[in-house]
């Protein structure tokens, strides 16, 4: 819309060929702007339907973890106690 706009101002500015130009130029970047526009709406459309589909699919699996009749044990693994030595102190020649 604006670079229609502006191409309104400048048409009475220019010479013939230089509108015929202008007008191409104007049409081109039209049809681009609007290339653009439906290849995000498209991959609007697909990030939705994937994102829904996503959603229902761990639905489902979480009614199917629910209805298991065995509990879910954690898998954590067990930590050992760290053994923490003091620490040691640089070895001096006890001679003075």
């Known amino acids: ?17 230089k509108q015929v130009r202008f007008e191409k130029s104007a049409e081109i970047e039209e049809k681009h702007r609007k290339n653009r526009q439906n290849i995000f709406d498209h991959r ?3 990030f939705k339907c994937d994102s829904e589909r996503n959603f229902e699919q761990l639905n489902e699996e979480l009614e199917n ?7 879910i044990v954690p898998l954590i693994p ?3 106690p760290l053994k923490i030595k003091p620490p040691t102190l640089p070895r001096t020649s006890l001679k003075r």
């Open 1 to 17: 819309m604006i670079f229609i706009k502006q191409f309104e101002k400048s048409k009475s500015k220019m010479s013939n060929k």
């Open 44 to 46: 609007r459309e697909i």
């Open 65 to 71: 973890l629910t209805l298991r009749s065995t509990p």
């Open 78 to 80: 067990v930590l050992q």
